[in-house]
């Protein structure tokens, strides 16, 4: 079955590494702080150059232009940015069902960037991402800083969504509890390769 294949991705600082994920597997990476685990990330959804390819569904990471490729295989990072004022203007008409899964209500398309709590934009960053409809999710930290009703909230909206589009999701989680909890494979960085978790 097509999903996100690696080869010979060689972030700063890693051994190269090849994985392969299925359509609708999850994959959780761990290991220290430092380990490379986000610089893995930006290399595959090609935001830093580095040696090694990546297919999505069959087609090859280079053989696209970077924004089409990263609509596709999205990022969301630690920390997301945000260009304007207004949390509508980060998000298409069509979202209100998105909210609604994070705890949120249509008012919130009015609020300023500028208001919001670090928990609040970690989960209207993802919201923006899955607006997007990517076929594969590249997740970072992405209930970190979320009290445990709204990483309730955040998994359940990653797993229905990984389930109804059958996306690759390859999630970087410091949470042992997490990682059990959801299951599936869990690998982890270590002395600069790629290895299963123990």
Not at 35 to 40: E, F, N, Q
């Amino acid at each position: 079955m097509a999903g996100l294949r690696l080869q010979g991705v060689a972030p700063l600082g890693l051994d190269p590494i090849d994985l392969d994920l299925a359509a609708g597997e999850r994959v959780f990476i761990s290991g220290p702080s430092g380990s490379g685990k986000s610089l893995l990330l930006r290399a595959v959804a090609d935001l830093d150059p580095c040696p090694g390819e990546v297919w999505l569904n069959g087609t090859a990471r280079s053989a696209l232009p970077a924004p089409q490729w990263r609509r596709q295989v999205a990022l969301l990072p630690a920390e997301a940015h945000w260009w304007a004022d207004s949390v509508g203007e980060h998000l298409p008409g069509e979202c209100e069902s998105l909210l609604t899964d994070l705890g949120f209500g249509p008012e919130t398309l009015g609020w300023a960037i500028s208001r919001l709590s670090t928990g609040e934009r970690q989960r209207l960053a993802l919201a923006r991402v899955l607006a997007n409809r990517p076929a594969a999710l590249l997740l970072d930290e992405a209930t970190a800083n979320l009290d445990p009703p709204n990483r309730d909230r955040v998994e359940a909206l990653v797993e229905g969504y990984r389930a109804e589009h059958a996306a690759a999701v390859l999630w970087v989680s410091h949470d042992p509890e997490q990682r059990e909890r959801l299951g599936g494979r869990r690998l982890m960085i270590q002395a600069r390769r790629l290895v299963p978790e123990p």
